[in-house]
């Protein structure tokens, strides 16, 4: 089972992006993060570490060209959600001792959610954080992509084949396989080896994660360079039996830089909450 890629039509764009005077939504180490080092280090001198509250304060006169964004942004109109468990039954995958266990009592989702970033105007995302909640407390993340396979992602060039592997894991093929031309024995292989597998693009190469074992999951994508299109994020979320679908809340946090502003500027998109069920 290949995931087809996601086209624009499958978001919800809008010019929604609003200015962050308040530095919602990241924390003070992602702020300082987001700025870097004082460009006084680079002369040699002492830098001071909290120079990013000169560069953003809380509560900051925005110019106006900063409020008026000519991009265009938008969540995923439909996160897809996938019963792992289910597929591997269908198609005679066997499971992994553990996830065999556990799925007599749970459930084990992969949903496939990002954003579509359309720059415009010399604006230049340098930096998204995405957020996802579930509203349900009985669901929580068992493992996410981006995550620790991001450096063997780039070490095949940012672009990879990735499957979701008989242990509920992201796995990689053996072979390299370009999904637009791979012909059919390749992709029987592939799709022997995985639950379901996915062309994937790492849109940067700076990624953290974090969400493991809790009700919700995160990414913050910096260093970027100039992160445009489709953004995709994959958790596997593991909820009981009795939990096949739920409410879940999407953020998005952003670092924008334009080459006539004096310094770049933090964003946010209105939270959306769309019901996901497999």
């Known amino acids: 089972m290949i995931f087809e890629p996601l086209q624009k039509k499958d978001f919800s764009i809008a010019r929604d992006i609003w200015v962050n005077v308040e530095n919602r939504g990241f924390t003070e180490d992602e ?11 680079e002369k040699g001198m002492k830098g001071d570490r909290s120079w990013w509250k000169q560069m ?33 039954s269908a198609q005679g995958t066997t499971l992994d001792g553990f996830v065999k266990a ?9 949903m496939r959610c990002g954003v579509y970033i359309v720059p415009d105007g010399g604006e230049k995302f340098e930096a998204l954080k995405f957020d996802v909640r579930y509203k349900d407390d009985r669901a ?25 592997d008989a242990k509920a ?34 849109k940067t190469p700076v990624v953290d994660s974090l969400g493991q074992g809790n009700p919700f999951c995160r990414w913050l994508m910096h260093k970027g360079d100039a992160l445009r299109n489709d953004v995709v994020f994959y958790p596997i979320i593991v909820t009981p039996k009795s939990v096949s679908g739920f409410d879940c ?30």
């Open 31 to 41: 702020v300082r993060l987001l700025a870097g080092p004082d460009p006084n280090e």
């Open 169 to 202: 894991a992201f796995g990689f093929p053996e072979v390299s396989l370009a999904t637009a031309s791979a012909d059919a024995s390749a992709k029987a292989k592939l799709e022997a080896k995985f639950i379901v597998a996915f062309d994937y693009e790492l």
């Open 140 to 164: 929580s993340t068992y493992t996410m992509l981006p995550g620790p396979q991001t450096k063997k992602i780039l070490e095949l060039g940012g672009k990879a084949e990735v499957g979701v």
């Open 102 to 110: 556990k799925s007599a009592n749970y459930n084990f989702f992969i």
């Open 56 to 88: 953003w304060p809380a509560n900051r006169q925005v110019p106006p060209e900063r409020q008026r964004l000519k991009s265009e942004f938008g969540y995923q109109s439909n996160p897809l959600l996938t019963d792992l468990v289910a597929v591997a």
């Open 249 to 278: 809340e999407f953020r998005a946090y952003f670092k924008i830089n334009h080459p006539d502003w004096t310094n770049a500027e933090l964003y946010e998109s209105p939270p959306r909450t769309i019901v996901v069920s497999a």
